[in-house]
T-cell receptor, first 111, second 117 residues
Framework: GIQVEQSPPDLILQEGANSTLRCNFS?????LQWFHQNPWGQLINLFYIPSGTKQNGRLSATTVATERYSLLYISSSQTTDSGVYFC?????????????FGKGTKLSVIP | EAGVAQSPRYKIIEKRQSVAFWCNPISGHATLYWYQQILGQGPKLLIQ????????DSQLPKDRFSAERLKGVDSTLKIQPAKLEDSAVYLC???????????????FGNGTRLTVT
């Protein structure tokens, strides 16, 4: 099946700093989504972004499908941004129904 | 719009006992998913329904896990008998997608934290 690698695995930021999280995938994809899992375990969908660039407030994401990676940008980080960020992809191969998650990037924003 | 509803929030059982989880997806969402998330890992798909039919259950341990989605709405996931390694958070998600290609976002419920002792 498709492999998803996220980097870095852990990230500590001072409040107000910017960061870039990366997601690499091993095959062509139909679908790519970014999620934030807050410290209480709730998974929130941030972006549905199989290609191109999207922005939502302080967050933006870019997927370059031809080069098999996606980036999540967090600007002016806040303590509420803490948690784990997951990238999930659906491969475009035959029989690829499921969304495969990476291991996540754990972000800690300190005041 | 109401989100994905799951119950219970927490469950503690002894090994070899049985347990069931319930999920009500977002209204109008055709596709429903059950994921297992072990501490420190990303969610792993157990089973995916489209309306009331199974699309993918390749990672469901069928000797002990079962799931159904009656009438294409609510779903129940059951474990019988439970093992220690089943301790995890069980997440239900839904999406509007009605095709094989997931062309809409996935929305998750709050999950059920299962502890098997």
């Amino acid at each position: 099946g498709i492999q998803v690698e996220q980097s870095p695995p852990d990230l500590i930021l001072q409040e107000g700093a910017n960061s870039t999280l990366r997601c690499n995938f091993s095959d062509s994809v139909n679908n790519l989504q970014w999620f934030h899992q807050n410290p209480w375990g709730q998974l929130i969908n941030l972006f549905y972004i199989p290609s191109g660039t999207k922005q939502n407030g302080r967050l933006s994401a870019t997927t370059v499908a031809t080069e098999r990676y996606s980036l999540l940008y967090i600007s002016s980080s806040q303590t509420t941004d803490s948690g784990v960020y997951f990238c999930a992809v659906q491969g475009s191969g035959a029989g690829s129904y499921q969304l495969t998650f990476g291991k996540g990037t754990k972000l800690s924003v300190i005041p | 719009e109401a989100g994905v509803a799951q119950s219970p929030r927490y469950k503690i059982i002894e090994k070899r006992q049985s347990v069931a989880f319930w999920c009500n997806p977002i209204s109008g969402h055709a596709t429903l998913y059950w994921y297992q998330q072990i501490l420190g890992q990303g969610p792993k798909l157990l089973i995916q329904f489209q309306n009331n039919g199974v699309v993918d259950d390749s990672q469901l341990p069928k000797d002990r896990f079962s799931a159904e989605r009656l009438k294409g709405v609510d779903s129940t996931l059951k474990i019988q008998p439970a093992k220690l390694e089943d301790s995890a958070v069980y997440l239900c998600a839904s999406s509007y997608s009605i095709n094989r290609v997931l062309n809409s976002p996935l929305h998750f419920g709050n999950g059920t934290r299962l502890t098997v002792t």
